[in-house]
């Protein structure tokens, strides 16, 4: 780590790069070696590798009992638990979604011929509006998708009353959501179902797989039958279905990285709170909150570049990047920029404006077991060189 003192000092002109080795946003954590290779020496010697074998049983059982939620059925991945719920709910014709989220929101819908229809964001949270979901229900809305974004619940009982209006289902993507609560109820607990996504580089992992989280028996039911073909015993299909199963592998990595967790948030709660510290009395960014009252996962360190900021948010990646602080941009330029849902709603943006200016500013920043305190100091050094020396 090198003391950067002036835009001089910087690698964009040319010097040493800040860090020697580059830091990552969502870099894998890989909680408990040890029994991650215990439980791989179980699954060789068993030879029950998939099928809803005993680790994955587990596995649903403790994730249920972390989110205090009836029904935790775990999957292949978060975007074949999304669309699993979609059609479970028997979601049809348009379906209102934020713009500003990962692209698989999107597609769930879209790959199974049904319309994502993009509400605006409050540019405060990054979380739907509902006065903006309002202002989208058409008679073809059947439902409603909801997104934690950045693990922030989105406004819940706002978008409940407005689905009891309008007779409409509502679900969430919870899929950044991992242990979060909203008044202290964990998420899992709200709409019909939502969706956990445990790609790796999500805050829990197991490799690639996802999970829906309910409380509604009946559901739970149909989504387990779906994700395996439909079948109830041996011969018997009852249902139309796909293969959405968790293999064993998975599971183990899953309940390697429970045993971890904790102290995964409590280390992401110190990273979080050095980044703030840091950036006391810097103005050309601002640093997104967590409510402290809630429980959080503390996995996205999300800074708004402000608009009058004398370096621009790409300008400022950019030179991040070349210190090898490797700051992203996120769900950017948003849904309704990318393919296919640009050439269907090529006005969109106009609807979308906070959405757009959102995607325009957001910088996400390295976390991850790499980063300490000193770290993050000097990440946040950068920033105030680069912006102190224009
Ligand atoms: C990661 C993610 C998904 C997709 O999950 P996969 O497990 O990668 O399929 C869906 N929605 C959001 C908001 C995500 O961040």
């Known amino acids: 780590m090198k003391q950067i003192n002036s835009s001089r000092d910087l690698a964009v002109n040319g010097a040493e790069p800040a860090f020697s080795e580059p830091l990552h946003v969502g870099r894998p954590t890989v909680g408990d070696r040890e029994l991650f290779l215990h439980y791989t020496e179980e699954i060789l010697d068993r030879q029950w590798l998939t099928n809803n074998g005993p680790l994955v049983q587990e596995l649903e059982q403790r994730i249920a009992e972390y989110h205090n939620v009836s029904h935790c059925v775990a999957m292949c991945s978060g975007t074949v638990s999304l669309e699993i719920a979609i ?4 979601l049809q014709g348009e379906v209102i979604i934020p713009s500003y989220t990962f692209v698989a929101t999107a597609h769930a819908l879209h790959w199974q011929a049904i ?9 405060q949270t990054h979380n739907l509006d509902p006065d903006a979901v309002r202002r989208m229900i058409t008679p073809r809305t059947s439902g409603i998708i909801g997104v934690h974004l950045w693990g922030r619940p989105a406004p819940v009982e706002a978008l409940q009353q407005i689905a009891d209006e309008h007779n409409l289902e509502l679900m969430f993507d919870a899929a950044h959501a991992f242990g979060s609560t909203h008044d ?4 899992g607990n709200f709409g ?5 996504s445990f790609h790796a580089t999500k805050f829990f992992h197991t490799l690639e797989g996802g999970a ?8 739970a039911e149909a989504i387990r039958l779906m994700r395996n073909f439909g ?9 139309p279905g796909t293969n959405g199963k968790m293999n064993e592998i998975s599971a183990a990595m899953g309940l390697a990285n429970l045993q971890s967790i904790e102290n995964v948030i409590e280390h992401n709660r110190r990273v ?21 009252n809630e429980k959080n996962n503390y996995q996205y360190i999300v800074l708004e570049v402000e608009d009058d900021s004398v370096v621009k948010r790409d300008e400022m990646v950019a030179a991040l990047q070349a210190e090898n602080i490797l700051a992203r941009r996120y769900f950017w330029p948003g849904c309704q920029r990318i393919k296919p849902y640009l050439d269907l709603y090529p006005d969109a943006g106009r609807f979308l404006v906070n959405s757009e200016k959102v995607s325009n500013r ?17 990440v946040i050094s950068v920033i105030r060189t680069l912006t102190a020396g224009r």
Do not use: W
Not at 87 to 90: K, P, V
Not at 192 to 196: A, G, I, K, M, P
Not at 231 to 239: P, S, T
């Open 362 to 378: 957001v910088m996400v920043m390295p976390t991850g077991p790499a980063m300490d305190e000193r770290k993050v100091d000097a």
């Open 231 to 239: 079948f109830c015993g041996l011969d018997n299909v009852i249902h």
């Open 192 to 196: 019909r179902c939502e969706v956990l």
């Open 184 to 187: 202290g109820i964990k998420i």
């Open 212 to 219: 829906v989280l309910t409380n509604d028996d009946e559901l």
């Open 272 to 292: 979080y709170h050095a980044y703030r510290n840091a950036l006391d009395g810097v103005t050309s960014v601002r640093l997104l909150e967590y409510d402290e």
């Open 115 to 123: 319309m994502p229809v993009f509400a605006d964001i409050d540019p």
């Open 87 to 90: 059609r479970a709910l028997q």
